[in-house]
């Protein structure tokens, strides 16, 4: 069983550079056809100052965190991992070139099926570099037991 001591935990803290490259690429791999997505021109003619991310590509960046460290420490096994969920609540957009911090921790703990499956909820808080608070992301990792 995972602990439920490890709620609240911070489990990560690192920043990156939403490249347009990486988020062209994530748009066309997800059937996104708005150009504001692809033509720096088509977003400039849209309002945006540059290319805006994609709905759901800060998960992608999430996947980016320096340390698994704390999979270990809650004995998750790599192997029993299924991806639960992932919900997005966003407070201003963000864009290619921006660099975007994310802070992530455990916010909670709970098992289902008589402890045969554990869930992980983690939270994430995304700023931008002037410090805005971009979005916060929470999935939700589930771990098969036996």
């Known amino acids: ?14 920043s990156v550079t939403a490249e347009a490259g990486q988020l062209r690429l994530f748009a ?5 056809t708005n150009p504001i997505y692809f033509d720096e021109n088509a977003a400039r003619d849209a309002g945006h100052p540059g290319l805006p991310l994609p709905p759901t590509f800060l998960f992608s960046l999430e996947f980016l ?6 999979r270990d420490e809650l004995g998750i096994v790599p192997a029993r991992v299924l991806h639960g969920e992932e919900t997005f609540k966003y407070h201003r957009m963000a864009y290619a070139g921006d660099n ?6 455990i916010a909670d703990i709970y098992a ?5 499956l554990e869930f992980v909820v983690r939270e994430s808080r995304v700023t931008n570099q002037r410090g805005e608070h971009v ?3 929470r999935s939700v990792l589930v771990h098969r037991n036996g």
Request: charged share 25%.
């Open 1 to 14: 069983m995972i602990d439920q001591k490890h709620i609240g935990k911070e489990i990560g803290s690192f």
């Open 28 to 32: 066309k791999t997800v059937g996104e």
């Open 65 to 70: 965190i320096p340390s698994q460290a704390w």
């Open 100 to 105: 975007l911090h994310f802070q992530t921790r």
């Open 112 to 116: 289902k099926k008589g402890g045969a």
């Open 135 to 137: 979005a916060d992301l």
